[in-house]
């Protein structure tokens, strides 16, 4: 059916210049330019290289229509002597020799008028692709034309590959996850959830593990988008983390978190890790072998019972109880138990860990004072391993550490941080730059509500 369609277009598109000239060989209006040499130049068209046959008009570069509309599969038709091309909805309708084309109804105003050069119709690229709901930019010293629809409000991007990103987004009615292609943001629905939880991708970019509200595990196949259950077991599971080797589902389970198991993806066997009774566990990481675990431990506010007045319903919380410890645990070891990494009454996010031993997490002491990255060794001695500005992300990936900070009230950099706390800018990104996503597959960033990956020397926006 797309070979068809596309086919068909091609045909209507190869007639345009023809049925164009015919249509206006009437009209007296409606002249071939002689004079105006055609050229090649090379543009990238929805993340692909394309040659177009372009004329420069009083310093100008006009496209041809054709050849335009082709690259992007856009529907031509003509009538009366006028051009009409659609797209995803929009409507651009150009008439040779005119200095404005109709965009949706719209009148917009052309710089150089519509010419016919060899039989063929040229048109300013911009004006033109922005009728049809496109953009054009400038990037790597080429210029970029997209024309794809975009998913709009897109958060928690994940790469699945170096190709495609897992992106959702979430209504009054639910969650909507979308596979989007990297290079042009071509997407395409993968599921559509009320109760579920967010999909975690394998290291494989095979499938993808997620629960529901009874605490029920299922597996989505990215590929063939197939669900199926992986374990009937309905204690609820609120992190999910996959082994290196994709074969493994590590998770906490219990609406406290108070248990740390595991899941056999091939067989749906489940077995307990440790079970000390301690709530309140989160941030799980696990080492490559699947024997270690670093995961924080919130202790909640006690309420001081000698001042409180049941009758009138007045409670008084000691909240200096409230803190967030990092324990590390070696289930290799017999009759092992959770050690205890630090003791600072900080607030710690973006906890992560290399080797099941170690950790690092972002301090924030003082909400006056600058976000911090930290290194806590397995024996528990810390240190600060980036403080030159304020640590607004941190993501771990491949072993390394990767920082977003706020280098100026304009600028924000992304830093590699090795364990000694040697830092090196990879890049400069714009200060409405939230967070970072960093995998082998590559790396992304949330500006503003918006997804942009890395590619090449540029940033191309996948959402909008």
Do not use: C
């Amino acid at each position: 059916m797309v070979m068809r369609k596309a086919l068909a277009a091609s045909v209507v598109a190869a007639v345009v210049g023809t049925s164009i000239v015919s249509a206006a060989s009437a009209a007296p209006v409606a002249k071939t330019v002689a004079a105006v040499q055609v050229t090649q130049s090379t543009f990238a068209v929805n993340g692909n290289a394309v040659a177009f046959r372009v004329v420069t008009k009083n310093g100008e570069t006009l496209v041809s229509v054709r050849d335009l509309a082709q690259s992007i599969g856009a529907n031509i038709a003509v009538h009366n002597g006028a051009l009409t091309v659609t797209l995803n909805g929009h409507t651009v309708v150009v008439k040779l020799n005119e200095k404005q084309l109709t965009a949706d109804g719209a009148s917009v105003s052309l710089k150089q008028p519509i010419q016919l050069v060899n039989g063929s119709t040229y048109i300013a690229l911009r004006p033109f692709i922005a009728g049809l709901g496109g953009t054009v930019a400038l990037s790597d010293g080429q210029i970029s034309v997209s024309t794809v629809k975009l998913v709009e409000g897109a958060e928690n991007p994940r790469f699945v590959s170096a190709s495609k990103l897992l992106v959702s987004t979430v209504q009054e009615s639910g969650r909507t996850d979308y596979l989007v292609d990297t290079k042009n943001g071509k997407s395409e629905v993968l599921l559509t959830s009320t109760d579920k939880s967010d999909l975690v991708v394998a290291p494989n970019g095979k499938k993808a593990i997620f629960s529901d509200n009874e605490g029920l595990l299922y597996l989505i196949d990215l590929s063939t988008k197939v669900v199926s259950k992986l374990s009937s077991d309905n204690n609820i599971k609120p992190e999910l983390v996959w082994s290196p080797d994709s074969g493994t589902v590590y998770f906490l389970q219990g609406d406290k978190g108070s248990v740390i198991a595991k899941i056999n993806v091939a067989t749906g066997e489940i077995a307990k890790i440790l079970d000390d009774k301690v709530d309140y566990k989160s941030s799980l990481n696990v080492s490559a072998d699947g024997s270690k675990f670093v995961y924080a431990v919130t202790t909640l506010g006690k309420v001081t019972a000698d001042s409180t007045n049941v009758d009138e319903d007045k409670v008084d919380i000691d909240y200096s109880a409230n803190q967030i410890q990092l324990f590390s645990f070696d289930s290799s070891v017999k009759d092992a138990k959770p050690v205890q990494l630090t003791k600072e009454t900080d607030d710690k996010v973006f906890i992560s860990s290399v080797d099941g031993a170690s950790a690092a997490y972002v301090s924030i002491a003082d909400e006056n004072a600058n976000a911090v990255l930290v290194g806590v060794a397995a024996d528990g001695a810390s240190k600060n391993l980036y403080n030159a500005h304020d640590v607004i992300d941190t993501v771990l990936s491949g072993g390394k550490l990767y920082v977003l900070a706020a280098n100026s009230d304009t600028e924000n950099g992304i830093y590699e941080v090795s364990t000694t706390g040697a830092a090196t800018q990879l890049y400069t990104v714009s200060a409405d730059v939230s967070a970072i996503v960093v995998s082998e597959s590559g790396i992304a960033v949330v500006r503003d509500g918006q997804i942009l990956v890395r590619n090449g020397n540029g940033w191309t926006a996948v959402t909008k």
